[in-house]
């Protein structure tokens, strides 16, 4: 079984987007403090539209220029560190903008197929050459923002031509409508990697894309009650997570159908959450999955969260098992995925 943790390095976008030292690089170090008791690596999924925007603004507000820094100094350490780094766009960045004391965030676009074919091309392309000037390993997995990565196929010519052609953002039976977020992964797969075309739900044989599925679980509704309880007794540092932002809340629908139904989460290290892992991990390897891949955000991460992932990591490294990253496919490969380009104008 191919075993990942891979982790969403991103800011919040609510009202405060909080400070990259409390979202970012903190949580990051904390969480490299336990991974490193095993020598297991993680996967970090960068925002490198928040670079992007980082790096313009530094321009009109020079004391940005630190800020900037930091963070690309912190995403080179995960790297040298034997961490993948690859690729996560949230392209509403774009509509956003500093006013030298804030960021002022627009999410009107927060989906990448609410912006004009041209202005897409010109996003995936941006992103991935902001993120590649900075690895020693060019990215070759993409995940979208929020999970919305339908419709794929305005993304599709664009992140072969940059060289990804592995794309991790579907998670089985997840779904979501609210102002920012619109996706439905329910006819997706149940299975952990497949190829595809057109759209990641739909596996075809000879696909030039890979989906390497986030891995969900059914859960009830007792468990959302629970969660919320929790976050609203919380107190101390414990259950405290490390970012200092706002999160875009969920719908008013969505919201009440997860406390009133069963629903499919997506296997997660953040907060409360991370109470599930080692259920869904002893689920997985019972229906023998191919992959088991926990996803999170650093800024969201808990002492209680850490704990958690602890107490996983040690199930996973006693029984001999060990986390990895994406395997890049070999060079074989090249020719093939170059022919298919053609295919997707077909």
């Not at 890979?210 to 969900?216: D, G, K, L």
Request: net charge neutral.
């Amino acid at each position: 079984m191919d075993i990942a943790l891979t982790l969403d390095y991103e800011l919040f976008f609510g009202r405060q987007t909080g400070t990259p030292d409390a979202c970012l690089i903190q949580p990051c170090d904390a969480l490299l403090r336990v991974l490193e008791a095993y020598s297991a690596p993680a996967v970090f999924f960068v925002d490198a539209s928040y670079l992007v925007r980082l790096r313009e603004f530094t321009h009109q507000f020079p004391h940005l220029q630190q800020e900037y820094l930091a963070v690309v100094a912190h995403i080179r350490q995960l790297e040298a560190r034997g961490h993948q780094i690859q690729l996560h766009i949230h392209p509403h960045w774009f509509d956003s903008w500093h006013d030298g004391q804030q960021w002022h965030t627009v999410i009107d676009r927060y989906r990448l197929s609410q912006w004009p074919e041209q202005d897409i091309v010109s996003i995936i392309d941006r992103c991935t050459s902001e993120l590649n000037r900075h690895l020693q390993h060019k990215v070759f997995v993409f995940r979208a923002g929020g999970w919305c990565v339908q419709p794929f196929m305005p993304l599709a010519q664009p992140l072969i031509d940059n060289g990804i052609h592995i794309d991790s953002s579907v998670y089985h039976g997840g779904g979501a409508s609210s102002q920012a977020h619109e996706f439905d992964f329910r006819s997706a797969p149940t299975g952990a990697r497949w190829k595809f075309d057109r759209d990641p739900c739909r596996p075809m044989v000879n696909g030039v894309f890979t989906e390497v599925a986030i891995s969900s679980h059914r859960v009830s509704p007792l468990f959302y009650w629970r969660f919320a309880l929790n976050r609203l007794l919380a107190r101390g540092e414990y259950h405290t997570r490390f970012g200092d932002g706002y999160a875009l809340g969920n719908s008013r629908t969505d919201l009440l159908h997860l406390l009133t139904h069963y629903s499919h989460m997506a296997v997660s290290v953040d907060g409360f959450k991370a109470s599930l892992l080692q259920r869904a991990f002893s689920e997985a390897r019972r229906k023998r999955q191919e992959c088991f891949i926990a996803m999170g955000h650093p800024k969201s991460l808990t002492p209680f969260s850490l704990n958690q992932l602890n107490s996983w990591l040690q199930d996973v490294y006693s029984e001999g098992l060990q986390l990895s990253g994406y395997h890049r496919p070999p060079p074989a490969q090249a020719d093939a995925i170059a022919l298919a380009r053609k295919a997707l104008h077909e």
